[in-house]
């Protein structure tokens, strides 16, 4: 009789999120004191969007060079950072004020992996970097330096592909169906950049 004992399983410890806001979606607009458009003005949607390969159907990207493309087709925040940001900066009050499709209470860039796959709503998608935030921010909240601030804090949000298409409600569901390497969280991929 066999003395090995069956292989155990990994127990995946899964982010929980509190609360979700979302979609966010946006036709370009000129960006006062800016000079061009932007797409960073968001409105929550009132009705399902459809999560295609390059991004929600209703939203768009003013500059495609910086702002979008498959790897890029979703960004998302977390919502809890807001509460320090309107301490510091009371015009940063409102969730998507920076610019995202999903705002999330509950997980922030400690806790995400880069290569985390997530279910939200229909649509299947993949953490695939930080975001890397543009001075358009500073612009839309009106306090200079304030993407640089971002990342200096870990608090850009992340950005994620599309691994199957499907229809997002308003406040959509999120599950995590598969986690990334422990060592690859987002907050630590920023601070290996910034080293």
């Given amino acids: 009789m066999s003395t090995e004992s069956a292989p155990t399983q990994?127990?995946?410890?899964?982010p929980v999120v509190s609360e979700i806001h979302g979609p966010f979606v946006s036709q370009p607009q000129v960006l006062p004191g800016f000079g061009e458009e932007s797409g960073i003005y968001k409105v929550?949607?009132?009705?399902?969007e459809w999560l295609g390969r390059m991004g929600l159907t209703s939203d768009s990207q003013?500059?495609?060079?910086?702002?979008?493309?498959?790897?890029r087709a979703l960004c998302q925040y977390c919502a809890d950072h807001y509460r320090d940001w309107s301490r510091r900066y009371p015009q940063t009050t409102a969730p998507f004020v920076s610019g995202e499709n999903i705002s999330t209470y509950g997980v922030s860039e400690s806790?995400?992996?880069i290569g985390d796959v997530l279910r939200i709503g229909e649509a299947l998608v993949q953490v695939t970097q930080p975001r890397k935030p543009c001075t358009k921010i500073d612009a839309?909240?009106?306090?200079?330096?304030?993407a640089r601030t971002l990342m200096l804090e870990a608090r850009m949000?992340?950005?994620l592909r599309v691994l199957e298409e499907g229809w997002v409600p308003p406040r959509p569901t999120i599950e995590w169906v598969e986690r990334g390497p422990e060592q690859w969280s987002v907050t630590s991929v920023v601070s290996h950049k910034l080293a």
């Fill in 140 to 146: 839309r909240i009106g306090v200079p330096g304030m």
């Fill in 62 to 71: 003013a500059n495609m060079v910086q702002h979008g493309g498959v790897d």
């Fill in 44 to 48: 929550a949607a009132d009705e399902p």
């Fill in 111 to 113: 806790d995400v992996r």
């Fill in 157 to 159: 949000g992340w950005l």
């Fill in 10 to 14: 990994a127990i995946v410890t899964e």
